[in-house]
């Protein structure tokens, strides 16, 4: 739990200083990139939560590793914290899910961000499509939809 822990704080310390350059502070997905370390943080209490269904954890689990692995459909290495759009997308998807089969409650008394974490989601979802692209973003779902 430690490393997922040390993991969120670079995380959120490599999006907050990227947003205090003039590219992050023009850039219009600043406020959902934000979000990112908060959904992290909130697939990992999820996974550990007991009231969670294992078929879930393991769609929870999947999504860790994904925001993890350096590897993935927009890679971080190349476009810095706008990388994080798509792990951001796929955690939306995979918490939209979460929340149609656990009490919402479960969700909404682990998440660390901003304002309504159902609200948060919706708005992720909202604009995945732009975020990212709707090839990419119809992939990512395909991928979430077969875990």
Same mark, same amino acid.
């Given at each position: 739990?430690?490393?997922?822990?040390?993991?969120?704080?670079?995380?959120?310390?490599?999006?907050?200083?990227? @947003? *205090?350059?003039? %590219?992050?502070?023009?850039?219009?997905?600043?406020?959902?990139?934000?979000?990112?370390?908060?959904?992290?943080?909130?697939?990992?209490?999820?996974? %550990?939560?007991?009231?969670?269904?294992?078929? *879930?954890?393991?769609?929870?689990?999947? +999504?860790? +590793?994904?925001?993890?692995?350096?590897?993935?459909?927009?890679?971080?290495?190349? @476009?810095?914290?706008?990388?994080?759009?798509?792990? @951001?997308?796929? =955690?939306?998807?995979?918490?939209?899910?979460?929340?149609?089969?656990? =009490?919402?409650?479960?969700?909404?008394?682990?998440?660390?961000?901003?304002?309504?974490?159902? @609200?948060?989601?919706?708005?992720?979802? +909202?604009?995945?499509?732009?975020?990212?692209? =709707?090839?990419?973003?119809?992939?990512?779902?395909?991928?979430?939809?077969?875990?």
């Amino acid at each position: 739990m430690k490393k997922e822990l040390d993991f969120y704080e670079k995380l959120r310390t490599r999006i907050v200083n990227w @947003l *205090e350059t003039e %590219t992050g502070k023009k850039n219009k997905w600043a406020e959902y990139l934000l979000l990112a370390p908060d959904f992290f943080y909130l697939l990992i209490k999820l996974a %550990t939560d007991k009231e969670v269904p294992s078929h *879930e954890k393991a769609k929870l689990i999947l +999504a860790i +590793a994904y925001f993890i692995s350096p590897l993935d459909i927009l890679p971080e290495a190349f @476009l810095g914290p706008l990388g994080y759009l798509d792990d @951001l997308a796929l =955690s939306a998807f995979v918490l939209n899910g979460i929340i149609n089969q656990v =009490s919402p409650e479960i969700v909404q008394k682990y998440w660390a961000g901003d304002g309504d974490v159902l @609200l948060q989601i919706k708005g992720v979802l +909202a604009k995945a499509d732009e975020m990212i692209g =709707s090839g990419l973003w119809k992939k990512i779902k395909k991928v979430a939809g077969s875990f």
